[in-house]
């Protein structure tokens, strides 16, 4: 008689494991020579595909005005005043370094700003400090009292008090050179470090958007550097103390890296550039390819030591285990390709990625790993059966107190669920870094002394050509600029509306009487075209006025914002806007904005994404326990762990970025893992062994219950150690995660049995 297909694959493993092993390392070879072409990008656009809405109006924006990319030099003197000698000469020499900063366009600083003041009919236009080192008391008193009053400079390059000074270089990368991010910041902070060295009183802090775009690589080329070694480390440390066994341990440790060079080319030969987001797959792929390969190592060690041969012994843990590891390897896959259904490109990459390395951890756990196993010396002591009684006793414990188990455990879901609606949208792209990181410490203190990194800008269009020069567009443009200075989230205001009142002024022999806009929009123009003229190379108003003159951005400064903050200041001020201003036609933009959106729409398409995952998952397990009933009652504690987990994060933190919009897509396909395999042994003791519901229970926690809590041991310390990241996109879902999956350990331990026993009470009552 014809062997089934199953078991002649099973025999062909076991009989020629050399052949199996050769084919599986030149496969992983070929595929894994695509690493080559992995390319790491750290530009925060990356998080935002191209059809991205808020940045379309971005670029759109950046097409007309100068870039708003930048660099921010942050002076503190220890003296506590910025109006000294010593200071602005560091400032003024700071200033001219940084011309030199790799595709820098504009340098602004208080030393450069283009001070005004009136000669007669003429406008002197030139630096406000000349010459720092040798400028008298009176001077500095001076210069002082203009910077402190001017409303270009004030809580933008100079604090209210005078105590710290900023230097902003606008940046305009080419794009063409994944280099180019590194190389601003190497300089930056090369320039810092010499300016501090002959300036030892004054410290030098550095942020701005370069600064966040070269944290973002940093931060994932740290992780890859320190959390894949200390996920190594753990993994060998758990399967070596749990398996007692150095050549299943070592068999492990080959899967885990044939994984992750077969899943990382796999990546290179499809163009997918690494990213901030999507760097931690190596550490994910990491926990994820353990798993498989425990759920079989423990069977066969089992089996061995019953005193079974070793072929006898890995064809009956192939046989028990092909199913459920197939199974679980796809719904672990189907949970990860969820993330597609992300608005942030990065996390379908991450999804992808994993989900291939998840099925290829699948294709070696049932091939690979029983080959090695065959072909390595292996030292197994014998041992009675009842040895292994820790899971029996814990196993009469469940069937015990079967009744006190589900109310209770029951009645904790139903508690930390409560806690769900706790949980607000909060995101602040400056919380995504730790506090060691550089860069926060930078941004928290110019935040806390000087000005933030948060920003909007609107552009209002008069229309027509030179049309920024006419009274009522102007008029509307300082209203504006009035009522946004009056909100509590605004820190600066930057606005030509500004710059033409001090015209008028200077043009009016410096009175403070005509410290207003113009009246005429031929004066205005006037008035314009004289100082543009006067201006030098770099400090031109592109900033500000497009080249037609016929609209102008208004850059805003605000407080560190959360998602839900930020979007509502959007829409009180198109609220105002379309009120008060109605006949203008404006447009928002930021990065800030771009973040907020698509933070509040990440969790919105995840949640379709994470719908479809469960219904596809359900539809699979149906079929493969066959059974509706059973395979229904599965989904019980496959989606209670993620809703008490989400519940026990509202109690405990409170806030839900967006990493943790995919985590619940993400652990659904894992937490299956331990319920199918559960199902899996209880199945085949009610079906094969004619055993009633307490025995099968009892049989599926002997056979199964050591590979569940050490396959969930491996998969929380791997996602704890992720939760270990600077970076908190890496560091919350981490952490989610990991708390996900012990909570499903503890359902399927504690819920399940006595969920089945009761409702096979019910049926046979």
Do not use: C
Not at 239 to 245: A, F, T
Not at 329 to 336: D, L, M, N
Not at 678 to 693: I, N, T, W
Not at 700 to 706: E, R
């Amino acid at each position: 008689m014809k062997k089934p297909l199953t078991q002649r694959y099973i025999d062909f493993i076991i009989v020629h494991p050399w052949r199996i092993l050769l084919l599986s390392l030149l496969t992983v070879i070929v595929a894994g020579s695509g690493g080559r072409f992995i390319e790491f990008t750290n530009d925060y656009r990356v998080f935002f595909s191209d059809d991205n809405p808020e940045l379309q109006a971005f670029e759109a924006m950046q097409n007309v005005y100068t870039k708003t990319d930048n660099v921010l030099f942050v002076i503190a003197p220890e003296s506590g005043d910025v109006f000294q000698t010593d200071t602005l000469a560091m400032v003024a020499a700071l200033t001219e370094q940084s011309w030199q900063i790799p595709f820098s366009t504009r340098v602004d600083s208080i030393t450069n700003f283009q001070h005004t003041v009136a000669d007669e009919d003429d406008l002197l236009v030139g630096d406000l400090v000349d010459d720092a080192a040798s400028m008298s008391a009176a001077q500095l008193q001076k210069v002082r009292r203009i910077a402190l009053n001017e409303p270009l400079l004030a809580q933008r390059l100079v604090s209210p008090a005078g105590k710290v000074t900023g230097i902003n270089v606008t940046i305009q990368l080419p794009g063409k050179s994944l280099t180019e991010v590194p190389e601003v910041a190497q300089f930056a902070r090369q320039t810092a470090a010499e300016i501090e060295a002959r300036y030892p009183d004054h410290r030098v802090y550095i942020t701005g958007l370069a600064m966040m775009n070269n944290a973002f690589g940093e931060s994932a080329q740290n992780d890859m550097a320190t959390l894949v070694p200390m996920m190594l480390v753990t993994i060998i440390v758990v399967l070596g103390l749990l398996l007692r066994s150095f050549s299943a341990t070592v068999s492990s440790v080959v899967m885990i890296f044939f994984t992750i060079i077969f899943a990382m080319g796999i990546m290179g030969w499809l163009g997918w550039k690494l990213t901030p987001a999507s760097a931690s797959a190596p550490t994910i792929m990491m926990t994820m390819a353990v798993a498989d390969s425990v759920h079989l190592l423990v069977t066969f060690l089992h089996n061995l030591r019953k005193g079974m041969t070793k072929p006898d012994a890995m064809a009956d843990s192939l046989r028990i285990n092909l199913q459920p590891i197939f199974i679980t390897s796809v719904t672990t896959a189907i949970g990860f390709l969820s993330m597609n259904f992300s608005d942030v490109p990065p996390f379908h990459d991450l999804g992808n990625v994993v989900a291939i390395g998840v099925l290829f951890a699948f294709v070696l756990a049932v091939a690979t790993l029983p080959a090695m196993m065959m072909v390595m010396p292996l030292r197994v002591t014998a041992m009675p059966e009842h040895q292994n009684g820790a899971m029996v006793v814990f196993a009469n414990f469940v069937i015990r107190y079967r009744r006190i188990l589900l109310l209770g455990m029951g009645g904790v879901a139903l508690s930390l669920m409560a806690f769900l609606p706790q949980n607000q949208l909060d995101d602040q792209f400056v919380e995504y870094f730790d506090q060691s990181v550089d860069f926060r410490q930078a941004t928290d203190f110019a935040s806390q002394n000087l000005s933030g990194i948060y920003t909007l800008q609107y552009a209002l269009e008069q229309g027509e050509s030179g049309g920024v020069s006419e009274p009522k567009f102007l008029q509307a443009v300082e209203r504006f600029s009035q009522w946004l200075r009056a909100q509590p989230e605004v820190m600066h205001v930057h606005t030509i509306s500004d710059t033409f009142k001090r015209l008028n002024k200077n043009m009016h022999g410096d009175d403070p009487d005509f410290y207003r806009l113009p009246e005429s929009r031929e004066l205005a123009a006037q008035y314009l075209l004289l100082y543009e003229l006067s201006l030098p190379y770099g400090l031109d108003l592109n900033d500000q006025i497009d080249i037609d003159k016929a609209q102008t951005r208004l850059n805003i400064t605000l407080e560190n914002l959360y998602t839900e903050e930020m979007l509502a200041l959007e829409n009180r001020v198109s609220a105002w806007l379309d009120s008060n201003l109605s006949e203008i036609a404006y447009t928002g933009a930021s990065p800030t904005l771009m973040f907020a959106h698509i933070g509040k729409r990440n969790v919105s398409s995840m949640l379709i994404g994470t719908t479809l995952a469960l219904i596809l998952i359900s539809f699979i397990l149906v079929l493969a326990l066959r059974s509706r009933r059973i395979g229904l009652i599965s989904l019980a504690p496959n989606l209670i762990p993620a809703g008490m987990a989400f519940g026990l994060w509202g109690l405990m933190v409170g806030q839900v970025g967006m990493s943790l919009s995919v985590v619940a897509g993400m652990t659904l396909g894992i937490v299956v893992d331990d319920t199918v395999h559960f199902l899996s042994k209880y199945l085949r003791a009610r079906r094969e062994k004619g055993l009633d519901e307490q025995e099968a229970v009892r049989y599926a926690f002997n056979t199964v219950g050591v590979a569940l809590w050490v396959t969930s041991l491996v998969l929380v310390m791997g996602f704890w150690v992720l939760g270990q990241s600077h970076f908190a996109l890496n560091a919350d879902m981490g952490a989610m995660a990991a708390i996900t999956i012990a909570i499903a350990l503890i359902m399927d331990f504690l819920f399940l049995p006595p969920l089945l026993m009761k409702l096979e009470e019910n049926r046979n009552a």
